[in-house]
């Protein structure tokens, strides 16, 4: 799965004032990401605020940035969820032709054991016709999923072929990198540690802050995977302000908020989300003034 490797980006869902989709918006995030060194598009992840959108309006999402990506990068599609037989039954009536992989979310809100994740990533196996990257993200789910269960997916199964590692654990993300089979790829879902993640093995990163800032981001995560890391910790010093800002006050608020800044789209949100503060925007308008400047 080298279509993985590198940065891939979860794309926001822009919205207008009036809480519609901003087409041409999302047309300008998708085009500003390929543009500048991004390797593959994540849609309908969590940066999507897909738990807002209605079945049409994930369509209209795929069908906008499917035809705006004209083929140019591997693209990701996030189908995932807590109830076990209705991800099953999306994989078998959505159409995944265009899509490279699956990343799928650990079922969140019923506090599964290891077994209960284990058993759900194989019965979604055993239906996906894509390649799945399995998507830890305990801060959101409320359970973790263990190395040793990863490891278990990742031998037992030949299509589970990435995690997107985001507990914020570097220790656990090197147990990953050390005990999984070497053709899996163990991805950063956390943007302030994808660099020693990358040192450590890694195979990169899912990012929100490469979505923002796409050719510095991107060239970070390039420099860390060929271990060049003084060259790479200098884009980490510098971008590391962003990443706190972006994620101060909840995502995607803070990441829409920098495209507002650099006029690529509005930072409309949907409820329960709300927009950032007058004072962190203010933040964020700095340092991009100054970021662009050097």
């Known amino acids: 799965m080298k279509e993985l490797i590198g940065t891939g980006v979860a794309l926001i869902t822009p919205f207008k004032e009036d809480l519609t989709i901003d087409v041409e918006g999302l047309q300008s995030v998708v085009n500003y990401s390929i543009a500048n060194g991004i ?19 994930k369509q209209l999402v795929i069908d906008t940035i499917i035809e705006t990506n004209a083929e140019r990068l591997p693209l990701v599609l996030g189908l995932g969820g807590n109830h076990t037989q209705a991800v099953i039954e999306e994989l078998k009536t959505t159409n995944v032709s265009a899509f490279t992989a699956i ?19 194989a019965a979604i196996s055993e239906v996906s016709e894509k390649p799945i990257i399995v998507y830890n993200v305990p801060g959101r789910t ?11 997916l990742a031998t037992d199964f030949g299509n589970i072929v990435a995690i997107k590692e985001a507990a914020g654990d570097i220790v656990q993300a090197m ?21 020693p993640m990358v040192l450590a ?46 994620f101060e006050e909840g995502n995607p608020a803070g990441i829409k908020a920098v495209f507002k800044s650099l006029g690529i789209c509005g930072d409309t949100v949907r409820l329960p989300l709300v927009s950032i503060s007058k004072d962190l925007q203010g933040k964020i308008d700095a340092f991009i003034s100054n970021f662009l400047r050097t």
């Open 175 to 195: 147990n990953l990198i050390a005990i999984c089979p070497k053709n899996f790829l163990v991805i950063s879902g956390d943007d302030m540690i994808t660099l």
């Open 201 to 246: 093995g890694g195979a990169g990163v899912i990012s929100v802050t490469g979505e923002g800032f796409p050719k510095e981001f991107s060239e970070m995560v390039k420099l860390g995977l060929n271990k060049k890391a003084e060259e790479a910790y200098k884009i980490h010093y510098k971008l590391a302000p962003a990443i706190d800002y972006i």
């Open 142 to 152: 409320a359970s973790n999923i263990q190395p040793e269960t990863v490891k278990r």
């Open 39 to 57: 390797d593959y598009l994540v849609i309908l992840g969590t940066t999507a605020e897909s738990a807002t959108l209605s079945k049409p309006e």
């Open 103 to 121: 990343l799928s979310v650990s079922p969140y809100y019923n506090k599964p054991s290891q077994e209960g994740i284990y058993q759900h990533f």
